[in-house]
């Protein structure tokens, strides 16, 4: 059975809590889909663990034989507090933005949490890092809200973010490595416009996304979620990397045509090579998406937008790279991986009927058309959007799956999805 520790840190009541509508959300849609999990609730918010003082600390670095009663008492709350997290497989913690950090009963939580002998040791023959974690294998989603924007790495706010970065790094103390965190997170909560309801939405959808995707490995196997190593995770998920010699017959020419287009083997290439189809559907619908009237950078932020919603970092990493090669100007670039708006009106305009088509699931409304078609594109450019978002599915959903490491070539341009912030 999977153990989900559902944490919440907003000072702000449920009904006013836009991180406490994500956790339950999560908390729903993965019961809903795995009613045999267990739920711990520990709502910080509304009942906040004191701050840590000088007894706190005497009493947690008395070794447990030596301490005296009033000390077994102070550390009473931490104990429980730390049996919860060693219970627990999943920790999905709602995480509010406070003046660029966490909110400090997050902090009390944490100061809690992190005890010598029960969540880490300390050993100086280890040299210069003598702390080494004591739990292990489990999963961390952090469910945030900022009231501003651009937090992300690389975002125009990302030198400000004093929260993920310190989430991140205690998070070894709940026994998650790095590479289980998987960030959410609504944006413009204070501008209050249509970028922070097409952030809400985002979240929701990601938030939901994530929920059945654990929900599912969790019925599969609770297996992985013992394993701290992501490349465990790849093993189990078992999608090979092919090599010329081991893709299928059918994948070969392909594969030989993207070597000497690329000069490299690209991954998600030789991926889709175990289903030699969508590698050849891939290939060529891009063929195809190159024949439309659309410019390479009208190309680019079609393929771009839907990378970047659909949270698919190889892709976000690819195609920045090859729209520096085609001559996309810098700051469509990187208006495209920020999700801020592009100062070209027309341009703007398909980078955001993109966004229609993608969240919408292909319903815009008559007014959206109409605003897309008074910038100056035409019906063809509609359709042209929708074959643009099809390649995309193909690409972000496989690469979803696999977990397609990046190329050496394409590493210089990372973007961090998994924080995904579920911009706008
Ligand atoms: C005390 C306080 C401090 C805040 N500080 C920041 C901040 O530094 N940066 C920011 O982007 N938003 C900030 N906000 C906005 C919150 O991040 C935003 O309202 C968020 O939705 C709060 O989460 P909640 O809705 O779950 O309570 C702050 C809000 C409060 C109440």
């Given at each position: 059975m999977t153990t989900l520790l559902r944490i919440d840190a907003s000072a702000q009541q449920q009904d006013r809590s836009l991180t406490r509508m994500l956790t339950t959300l999560f908390t729903t849609e993965f019961l809903h889909a795995n009613p045999d999990a267990k739920v711990i609730v520990r709502d910080i918010g509304q009942?906040?663990?004191?701050?840590?003082?000088?007894?706190?600390i005497h009493a947690a670095f008395t070794p447990p034989e030596e301490r005296e009663d009033w000390m077994t008492d102070r550390l009473a709350l931490s104990d429980?507090?730390?049996?919860?997290?060693?219970?627990?497989?999943?920790i999905v913690m709602g995480a509010p933005m406070y003046n660029y950090g966490m909110p400090a009963a997050l902090k009390g939580w944490i100061d809690h949490i992190a005890r010598i002998g029960r969540t880490f040791s300390f050993d100086l023959a280890r040299g210069d890092f003598p702390i080494e974690p004591i739990l292990k294998g489990k999963h961390l989603v952090v469910l945030s809200s900022r009231g501003e924007f651009g937090f992300q790495p690389g975002g125009p706010r990302a030198h400000l973010n004093a929260l993920d970065p310190a989430i991140a790094a205690c998070a070894h103390y709940f026994g998650v490595d790095t590479a289980n965190i998987q960030t959410i997170a609504i944006e413009y909560q204070e501008f209050k416009d249509a970028r922070h309801d097409r952030s809400v939405t985002a979240a929701k959808d990601a938030t939901r996304a994530l929920a059945q995707q654990f929900a599912r490995s969790a019925k599969q196997t609770i297996s992985h979620l013992t394993d701290q190593s992501r490349n465990k995770d790849?093993?189990?998920?078992?999608?090979?990397?092919?090599?010329?010699?081991s893709a299928p017959a059918?994948?070969?020419?392909?594969l030989q045509a993207a070597l000497k287009g690329y000069g490299f083997m690209p991954n998600l290439y030789a991926t889709m090579a175990e289903a030699p189809t969508i590698l050849e559907g891939y290939t060529t619908l891009s063929a195809i998406f190159s024949k439309t009237d659309l410019s390479e950078t009208e190309r680019q932020i079609i393929l771009m937008t839907?990378?970047?919603?659909n949270g698919c970092k190889y892709c976000m990493a690819a195609h920045t790279t090859l729209s520096q090669m085609g001559g996309v100007p810098d700051d469509v670039i990187t208006a495209l991986r920020n999700d801020t708006p592009i100062a070209d009106r027309k341009l703007e305009a398909l980078r955001q009927f993109a966004v229609v088509?993608?969240?919408?699931?292909?319903?815009?409304?008559?007014?959206?058309?109409?605003?897309?078609?008074?910038?100056?594109?035409?019906?063809q450019t509609v359709l042209e959007v929708i074959l643009g978002t099809a390649l995309k599915t193909l690409s972000n959903y496989t690469n979803h799956i696999a977990e397609t490491d990046l190329d050496p070539a394409f590493v210089a341009n990372a973007w961090p999805a998994s924080s995904a912030q579920a911009a706008e």
């Open positions: 009942d906040p663990v004191p701050a840590i003082d000088h007894r706190f429980a507090l730390i049996d919860e997290v060693v219970a627990a497989d999943i790849k093993t189990m998920k078992d999608f090979p990397t092919h090599t010329l010699d059918d994948a070969k020419p392909i839907n990378n970047r919603l088509i993608n969240e919408s699931r292909g319903w815009p409304t008559d007014a959206q058309i109409e605003h897309f078609l008074q910038a100056g594109y035409t019906r």
